[in-house]
């Protein structure tokens, strides 16, 4: 069974752009999470998504917006970047709610 | 606000000792993960914890969950060069996983 996909791998955007990173969850998940990992804040919880519904945001500015797909597949938004968003974005899936959950290998993303 | 609390945060060893990191909580979550992420890859889940008290054995880790189910710890026997990398836990609950910041460990040969 093949892992959970991000797209792209690396990416380095200019402040005040914007950016899409894009996730596919293992077959059969339906639930998608993301999460950002900065060296200095470790791995903080942006959203949660079941079934296209969110369910959970985490304490990130209204910049960052996702979405979920009928298929599963999730979609994060930033708009307006700044430095500070400078990060690995990481992607997990889970089969149900409250279970255990697998990551992608992340979209490193450098603002500049 | 559910915090994870790990130790050390650092720890370089020579190949053949032995090592625990301890993985410290303020409250209660449904259930604890551990995970070991390599430079420039997502986290890698090793074992879910769920009952207070509850060990488990991966080989040459060992993993605890306190009966209060407020703090874990990941020992490792015998460790080798393989064994490096930054090992996280985290507390499920909420439709979230929160994140220790995690212990970077490093295993000379």
């Known amino acids: 069974k093949a892992g959970v996909t991000q797209t792209p791998r690396y990416l380095i955007k200019t402040r005040g752009q914007q950016v899409t990173l894009s996730c596919s969850p293992i077959s059969g998940h339906r639930s998608v999470s993301w999460y950002q990992q900065t060296p200095g804040q470790g791995l903080q919880f942006l959203f949660e998504?079941?079934?296209?519904?969110?369910?959970n945001k985490g304490n990130f500015p209204g910049r960052f917006s996702g979405r979920q797909f009928s298929n599963s597949r999730s979609e994060m938004n930033v708009s307006t970047l700044e430095l500070g968003d400078s990060a690995l974005y990481l992607c997990?899936?889970?089969?149900?709610?409250?279970?255990?959950?697998?990551f992608g290998p992340g979209t490193r993303l450098t603002v500049t | 606000t559910q915090l994870l609390e790990q130790s050390p945060q650092f720890l370089s060893i020579q190949e053949g000792e032995n090592l625990t990191v301890y993985c410290n909580s303020s409250s209660v979550f449904s259930s604890l993960q551990w995970y070991r992420q390599e430079p420039g890859e997502g986290p890698v889940l090793l074992v879910t914890v769920v009952t207070g008290g509850e060990v488990k054995k991966l080989k040459r880790l060992t993993f605890q969950f306190g009966d209060a189910r407020k703090d874990s710890s990941l020992h490792i026997t015998a460790a080798q060069p393989g064994d490096t990398g930054l090992y996280l836990c985290?507390?499920?609950?909420?439709?979230?996983?929160?994140f220790g910041k995690g212990t970077l460990l490093t295993v000379n040969p």
């Open positions: 998504y079941f079934s296209e519904t969110q369910r």
């Open positions: 985290a507390g499920h609950g909420n439709y979230k996983l929160t």
């Open positions: 997990a899936s889970s089969l149900l709610a409250d279970y255990e959950q697998y």
